[in-house]
Structure formats: structure tokens, C-alpha cells
């Protein structure tokens, strides 16, 4: 490894170490390796500002604000309790209630830890007045949260997109039935643990509650559908379906649901900017360190080390694996995205791995970082939500980890779990 390469990422992991905000080591990592060896800075600014300033991104303050909008539109509670009336009498009948009111959310915010707010602060009191553990139900929330970034409309596809510059609506597609897997899998899991621990189960809903619960929860059905069928039929692109999110949310809340009122939009619109400022000097940061990694030959050199140790592309997608599982240990999946994809995209090449089925893959890899400790960002949201320890909700989420790993493996080895449907869409 080049002199350039060990100073860069040697500097990167210190200043990691030193708990140093990781959009700040990324950015201070690239400064000092430039300063070292003596390379142009005066090109940083101009590289740092043109990786802002792509039309796509653009989608993700208004998923953001999306998100924040049907939360407060009341939409969430009403998913939840449809999904009760319709489940919470079979056997683990809240864990399924919390994956499917996931499952509908995430595709409808974009984002795991958004996800995990606002289905868990109802879901998993409810769970635990079953009969759960609270740390089991707030492990089953988190891992089920991390389903916002795999199922679309997903903000990490969106950079995904831009930074291997393939299809997002393809991206979107492609992780439906990954998604939707995920989701089957944790269900299942809470169902073996209801059964082991007997768990009781909720009385049946009469035919006219689940009726009634159907009418309240079907403005929030129609969210994804309207989204993501407006991407796939060509109404409108990922980015504009982001702003028919928002509008679609501000529609329901003041006029449908009337929880909602125009005193509280200035409030989300802080709270979206906040977040997607965060974000922002994130890709800022890690474009710079990417620029670096690809103009110093550090990218082709780590990839031809990575190709080194096999020579067919199923071992290849297992070191890719292990890597991205660390990796998801320590930083976010947006900065995951700029730090390795320089590396990885011209291994996919030589081993004719499809870019789309590769987005997927690395996505639910990274979806899998958000609940593993020290940097799990879902992890520190089920902390807030339960008042437990970081370690109690790390022995919790172990069991939907280990299930969230099996499907990781399936769809790396079968790539038609996320071809399959963008082929049959054309």
C-alpha cells in the first residue's frame, strides 16, 4: 500500500478513535494526507461544493420533511393500529403488527432512524404490555427500521445513485422484494419468540372494527402507492416524487386527518434543514476523500489488493461483505457509500456484477450497520425511546440481527431477489 493510502486512512481511523465527528475526520483526513505530500488544495472547494450541487439530491430534504409530516399527521398510529386489527390476534401478533407498520412507513419516509421513531414510540409499549421483553421488542423495531433505507423510496439509494451514477427509479425497484424479505424474516422471528415465551395473544377484531380501522388507515396506504407509482409509470422522477410526498402529507393532515395545522411547518422545516445539513457536509466531506482515493490511484490499488485474495466474484462478494459489516460498525452509510464505492466499482466491472444488484446488497449491509454498535444509529434512537442502556438494546436486537444476516446472504449469492423485478418492469 502507497505512502498516500496509509496516511490517509491512518488519519481517518485516529481521528475516528478520537470519537471526531465523522464528516470532520473525513474532510480533516483528506487535508492532512494533501498537505503531506504536497498535493493542489486549492482544488478541494471547488470538488467539496460541485458534489452538493446535483439536482438528485435535492430528494432528500423533501423525504425528510416527508417523513416529519406524516408522522404528525397522524398517519403512523393509524397504519398501526390497522395492522393490530388485522394481525394482533395470531400468535407474536404485535411483532408482526410493528414489522408491517414498519414496512409501510419506510416506504414512505426514506429513512431508517425516522423509521424507527416514529412506529417505535407506539409499538413497543404495546409489545411490552403483551408480553415481550422491552429489549427484545426495541431490537425488533430497530432492525425493522433499518428497512426505511432498503425499501424505497430510500435516501441512501438516492446517493447510491448519484455516486455510481445508475438508475435510482432501477435502485427503487430493485429493493422491493429485499425489503419485503427482511420484513417476512423479522416477522418470523417474532412469532418463534412469542411462541417460546407463549405470549398471549390479542382478542380478534370484529369484521366491523377491522372495517372501521381500514377507512382511518387507507390515506396512509395509498402514501406508497401514490409515491412509487408515480416513479414507475413516469409521472414524475425520485426527486419530484420526494415534493409529492410532502404535499400528499400536508394534504392528509390538514384536511383528511386534521391533526395537523400551518403553525407546525416551520418547525419541520428547521428540523428537515437540520437534518439534511447534516447530511450534506457528510457528501461534502466524503466526495473530497473519494476525489482523493480515485485521483492518487488509492482506489484501483486497494481494489486490485481486494481482487488479489480470489478469483471469482462469490468470493469477492463475501470479502465486499465482511468489509461493508465492519464498516457499518463505525460510519454511516453515506459516508460508506463515498469511501468505498471508488474501490468497489471498477471490481464489479471486472467481475461483471450488476451495479444495481450491487446497490442493494451494500444497502441492506449498511441497513445492518444502523442496529450494530458502537455507531448504530437505530440503536441510540431505541435508547431514547426506552430509556435502556445501549448494551441492554444491543443483546435485544441479537436474535433479528442474526436474520437480518441470513437474508443479506441470500440476496448477495441470488442476485434475482433484486433483478428479478426491475427485468420483469422492463
Known amino acids: 500500500m502507497s505512502a498516500t493510502a496509509i496516511c490517509l486512512f491512518a488519519s481517518f ?3 475516528l478513535f478520537l470519537n471526531v465527528p465523522i464528516a470532520v475526520a473525513l474532510g480533516l483526513s483528506t487535508v492532512i494526507t494533501m498537505f503531506a505530500f504536497e498535493l493542489p488544495l486549492p482544488s478541494l472547494p471547488s470538488t467539496m461544493f460541485s458534489s452538493m450541487t446535483k439536482f438528485t439530491l435535492l430528494a432528500i430534504p423533501f423525504f425528510f420533511l416527508a417523513g416529519l409530516i406524516m408522522e404528525r399527521a397522524g398517519i403512523s398510529k393509524r397504519l398501526i393500529a390497522f395492522a393490530q386489527a388485522m394481525t394482533g390476534h395470531y400468535r407474536g401478533g404485535m411483532a408482526i403488527v410493528a414489522v408491517i407498520a414498519a414496512t409501510f412507513f419506510a416506504s414512505m419516509s426514506g429513512s431508517g432512524p425516522a423509521t424507527m421513531a416514529a412506529v417505535g414510540a407506539i409499538v413497543i409499549p404495546a409489545m411490552v404490555k403483551q408480553g415481550y421483553r422491552q429489549d427484545q421488542s426495541a431490537g425488533l423495531l430497530a432492525t425493522a427500521g433499518g428497512m426505511g433505507i432498503v425499501l424505497p423510496p430510500s435516501i441512501a439509494y438516492v446517493v447510491y445513485g448519484v455516486v455510481a451514477e445508475v438508475s435510482i427509479g ?10 419485503l424479505l427482511m420484513g417476512l424474516f423479522l416477522a418470523i422471528t417474532g412469532y418463534v419468540i412469542a411462541r417460546k415465551h407463549d405470549i398471549p395473544t390479542l382478542p380478534k377484531a370484529s369484521r366491523q372494527e377491522r372495517w372501521k380501522a381500514f377507512k382511518e388507515a387507507s390515506w396512509g396506504l395509498m402514501a406508497p402507492l401514490i409515491i412509487l407509482g408515480g416513479i414507475y409509470s413516469g409521472l414524475f422522477t425520485p426527486t419530484e416524487s420526494a415534493i409529492v410526498a410532502v404535499f400528499y402529507g400536508l394534504f392528509v393532515g390538514l384536511f383528511i386527518y386534521k391533526e395537523f395545522n400551518l403553525k407546525q411547518i416551520p418547525g419541520l422545516l428547521i428540523e428537515s434543514a437540520k437534518n439534511t445539513s447534516m447530511i450534506m457536509l457528510i457528501v461534502a466531506a466524503a466526495s473530497s476523500f473519494a476525489w482523493l482515493l480515485t485521483v492518487e490511484g488509492i482506489a484501483e490499488e486497494m481494489a486490485n489488493m481486494l481482487m488479489g485474495f480470489a478469483d471469482n466474484k462469490y468470493t469477492i462478494l463475501l470479502v465486499i461483505t465482511i468489509i461493508l459489516l465492519i464498516a457499518g460498525m463505525f460510519v454511516d452509510a453515506i459516508s460508506a457509500y463515498y469511501i468505498f464505492l471508488p474501490i468497489f466499482l471498477p471490481i464489479l466491472v471486472a467481475m461483471e456484477i450488476d451495479p444495481i444488484h450491487f446497490g442493494v446488497l451494500m444497502t441492506l449491509n449498511l441497513a445492518i450497520g444502523l442496529v450494530t454498535p ?11 425511546l426506552t430509556g435502556l442502556s445501549l ?6 436486537v441479537i436474535p433479528f440481527l442474526l436474520v437480518a444476516m441470513v437474508v443479506l446472504l441470500l440476496v448477495t449469492y441470488i442476485p434475482a431477489l433484486s433483478l428479478w423485478l426491475p427485468g420483469l418492469m422492463g
Do not use: E, H, M, N
Request: charged share 10%; with cysteine.
Open 13 to 15: 481511523f485516529i481521528l
Open 374 to 384: 458502537p455507531v448504530g444509529l437505530d440503536l441510540y434512537v431505541a435508547c431514547g
Open 391 to 396: 448494551k441492554q438494546v444491543s443483546i435485544g
Open 170 to 179: 432501477k435502485l427503487f425497484i430493485a429493493g422491493i422484494v429485499p425489503g
